[in-house]
């Protein structure tokens, strides 16, 4: 049975930890508190959060214990991840996924993170959240309404009865980036996250099953051609041929800055999503909001949604906290 964690009500606690890298300024962490305290939750920091261990936040040890605390601690409700960077892959064999699965609760990150959605959905069958961090976008003051009104409204009450329709990852959204590459519908179970950390999982323990699932993906300043490659190893892998969709989002930084000036031709991302995703004959549809922008929905990774690629929208098709 799949896993939806306790939601987040008034004055619930949130334990901030640092899986990979520690931010670049270590105020963030004390900006952080009076945010979130604003947002009307208290806040428990791991006792690692302010460590640094050469370009991560502390040894992969002291990672993964700060980790496996804030799940055994039943005074913390919901665990919030302060940034990505690299390095929560290095946590996976250490991580007790027993407990996890005993003692679930509400996660939140991206990015990096992707590889800890991928080890909870497949090794304790937990719904985690993808969805926005502390150093890099509940921190800013140019956050928008649309992120923080996605993030409390996936976790701070469950669905009632009469609630229970699909709801829109885009509710709020106003921005004109969403395109259909392929039309049609698509139902499934929601996995994906990070492109380049996803594909770190294939053939490991903590890939997830790809079959039948709608898949989410997005990427921070690859140029076209390593989407190519990165799709290209999935395609060679046989994956993206059984999945029964794709979505995908705001790709931050993903031209090529040369190819105007360039001798030789140069293909844009979307070319490249058009040659890659079309000849799988499933829907495709691009520009969702989520991914390293302002403009970050909160996606259940693990849940049932659909994909609705004749009007351009993802839709959670269950509740995703109890």
């Keep these: 049975m799949l896993i939806r964690p306790q939601h987040l009500s008034p004055g619930a606690t949130l334990g901030l930890i640092a899986p990979a890298s520690a931010p670049p300024d270590p105020r963030t962490i004390d900006r952080s508190i009076g945010v979130l305290e604003q947002l009307g939750f208290k806040v428990k920091l791991a006792p690692n959060v302010r460590?640094?261990?050469?370009?991560l936040a502390g040894t992969d040890r002291d990672r993964?214990?700060?980790?496996?605390?804030?799940?055994?601690?039943?005074?913390?409700?919901?665990i919030l991840c302060v940034r990505g960077g690299y390095g929560t892959a290095r946590l996976l064999p250490l991580l007790d996924y027993g407990v996890i699965r005993d003692h679930a609760k509400v996660f939140v990150g991206y990015s990096d993170i992707t590889s800890l959605h991928c080890a909870f959905l497949t090794k304790a069958n937990l719904i985690s959240f993808h969805g926005p961090m502390l150093n890099s976008d509940l921190n800013s003051a140019e956050l928008p309404d649309f992120t923080r009104q996605s993030f409390l409204r996936a976790l701070s009450r469950p669905l009632t009865l009469r609630?229970?329709?699909?709801?829109?990852?885009?509710?709020?959204?106003?921005?004109?980036?969403?395109?259909?590459?392929r039309g049609g519908v698509a139902r499934g179970q929601l996995i994906g996250g990070n492109l380049t950390l996803l594909g770190t999982t294939i053939g490991t323990p903590w890939q997830p099953p790809f079959r039948d699932r709608i898949l989410f993906l997005e990427d921070l300043s690859e140029q076209p051609y390593r989407f190519d490659r990165m799709l290209t190893h999935l395609l060679n892998c046989g994956l993206l041929q059984q999945v029964a969709g794709i979505a995908i989002g705001l790709n931050a930084d993903c031209e090529d800055p040369r190819a105007k000036r360039a001798k030789?031709?140069?293909?844009?991302?979307?070319?490249?999503?058009?040659?890659?995703?079309?000849?799988?004959k499933i829907p495709v549809v691009t520009g969702l909001p989520f991914g390293h922008v302002p403009h970050n929905a909160t996606l259940p990774v693990g849940a049932q949604v659909t994909l609705d690629a004749e009007r351009g929208d993802l839709l959670i098709s269950q509740p995703i906290v109890s």
């Design 163 to 181: 609630e229970r329709s699909p709801v829109s990852i885009s509710q709020g959204y106003r921005r004109k980036t969403v395109k259909i590459l």
């Design 64 to 78: 993964a214990n700060d980790l496996m605390q804030m799940f055994r601690d039943r005074r913390v409700h919901g």
């Design 51 to 55: 460590s640094r261990h050469g370009y």
């Design 264 to 280: 030789e031709y140069r293909q844009t991302l979307e070319d490249v999503l058009k040659e890659r995703l079309l000849p799988l």
